[in-house]
């Protein structure tokens, strides 16, 4: 159930960074998920789910992670593998911040979710490169094909849901 607020978090995420690109602009819409501190966006139980997914054999982490999706925090981030720690590290110091301004974070998002076979995480990646203008061919087809299927629904439907009103 978490993992899979993960993955809406995530494509949410990559539909409005493809919706960026797309448009060619970097003016972040008002009632964007980009406009979300980073510790609303990704909330910490939500981050235990992505960690205890990851953590492999490491039974200490997976009592941790589990803890932290029953309370709502975060596991030792020292404990954690480095993409999964970075993201810890910015969720303690930048989790204030709008996402717009920790932009940096999404790499480590996208790939830690491409490592528990999410497959939203390589959808973010290519969102966050296409942005940036260093997406190969094949990834903004990919990127865009997603967005196709999901990207309209996905940014109105998160805002509609944030004002209490349907898409």
């Given at each position: 159930m978490l993992l899979n607020k993960a993955?809406?978090?995530?494509?949410?995420?990559?539909?409005?960074?493809?919706?960026?690109?797309?448009?060619?602009?970097l003016v972040v819409p008002p009632r964007s998920l980009l406009r979300l501190p980073l510790v609303k966006a990704l909330p910490p139980e939500v981050f235990s789910a992505i960690a205890f997914a990851s953590?492999?054999?490491?039974?200490?982490?997976?009592?941790n992670s589990s803890l932290g999706m029953r309370?709502?925090?975060v596991p030792a981030c020292k404990r954690l593998d480095a993409e999964l720690a970075a993201l810890c590290r910015a969720?303690?110091?930048?989790?204030?911040?709008?996402?717009?301004?920790?932009?940096?974070?999404?790499?480590?998002?996208g790939a830690t979710l491409s490592s528990i076979d999410v497959p939203e995480g390589d959808l973010l990646m290519s969102a966050y490169r296409a942005l940036?203008?260093?997406?190969?061919?094949?990834?903004?087809?990919?990127?865009?094909?997603?967005?196709?299927e999901w990207g309209l629904y996905a940014?109105?439907?998160?805002?509609?849901?944030?004002?209490?009103q349907r898409p």
């Amino acid at each position: 159930m978490l993992l899979n607020k993960a993955r809406e978090i995530a494509r949410g995420l990559a539909a409005e960074l493809a919706y960026l690109t797309l448009v060619g602009t970097l003016v972040v819409p008002p009632r964007s998920l980009l406009r979300l501190p980073l510790v609303k966006a990704l909330p910490p139980e939500v981050f235990s789910a992505i960690a205890f997914a990851s953590s492999g054999d490491d039974l200490t982490l997976k009592l941790n992670s589990s803890l932290g999706m029953r309370l709502g925090g975060v596991p030792a981030c020292k404990r954690l593998d480095a993409e999964l720690a970075a993201l810890c590290r910015a969720l303690a110091e930048r989790g204030g911040e709008p996402i717009y301004e920790a932009l940096d974070v999404l790499p480590s998002l996208g790939a830690t979710l491409s490592s528990i076979d999410v497959p939203e995480g390589d959808l973010l990646m290519s969102a966050y490169r296409a942005l940036a203008g260093a997406a190969s061919e094949h990834e903004y087809a990919r990127l865009f094909k997603a967005y196709d299927e999901w990207g309209l629904y996905a940014v109105v439907g998160l805002n509609a849901r944030r004002s209490g009103q349907r898409p």
